[in-house]
């Protein structure tokens, strides 16, 4: 599991799948999943700093917030228990959908959920696969910055990125609530 949380996989199934192979990932998922919420708060970077601030802002400014997570519904339940983000108006999982980023249909179930307007959405995300979801779905990107902290890890992300053209590059959260101050 250790190993696992270390890659950082998009979605956790198909990851598996491709990791140890189809035959044995419903199993390996299985025992995964026991053991996730005890290890979790160990092997979690938690919170980044400004975040909380970040989405309690966006939510009293009246947007309404949605989140489209590769992890399961059980990884994510153990996820937000562990972090404290506070509630969002929609969570699609990588249960709801077929196909995982970067393929659109999470971003665009949430913003059917959300009775949004792909156009008068906006998808920020801290992968290049998080981008190319939204540009394929029609939304404005922002790329978060704030988790590029280990030696070059910010500008190879950004040179990753740079042929989706982000609306923009998000360097704090704090930088996210004042770009979308009465932008809808």
């Known amino acids: 599991l250790e190993d696992f949380v270390a890659r950082r996989p998009s979605a956790e199934r198909a990851f598996l799948a491709e990791w140890i192979g189809a035959e044995d990932a419903d199993e390996c998922h299985a025992a995964m999943c026991r053991h996730y919420s005890d290890l979790f708060p160990s092997l979690s970077e938690g919170v980044y700093d400004g975040v909380p601030e970040m ?4 939510r009293a400014a009246g947007y309404p917030l949605g989140i489209v997570t590769g ?7 153990v ?4 972090i404290p983000l506070g509630d969002f108006d929609v969570v699609v999982t990588e249960d709801d959908v077929q196909h995982v980023k970067p393929d659109p249909a999470g971003l665009l179930l949430a913003a059917s959920r959300l009775g949004v307007d792909v156009e008068a959405a ?5 992968s290049p696969s998080d981008l190319e979801a939204g540009r394929q779905a029609g939304m404005r990107i922002g790329a978060a910055l704030w ?8 500008e190879q992300f950004i040179e990753a990125v740079q042929a989706l053209r ?3 590059l998000f360097e ?7 770009a979308l101050a009465g932008w809808c």
């Open 55 to 58: 989405l309690a802002a966006l």
């Open 71 to 77: 992890k399961g519904r059980a990884l994510w339940e």
């Open 79 to 82: 996820t937000q228990g562990a």
């Open 122 to 126: 906006v998808y920020i995300g801290d």
């Open 147 to 154: 988790p590029k902290s280990a030696e070059g890890e910010k």
């Open 166 to 168: 982000p609306d923009w």
């Open 172 to 178: 704090r959260p704090a930088a996210v609530t004042r």
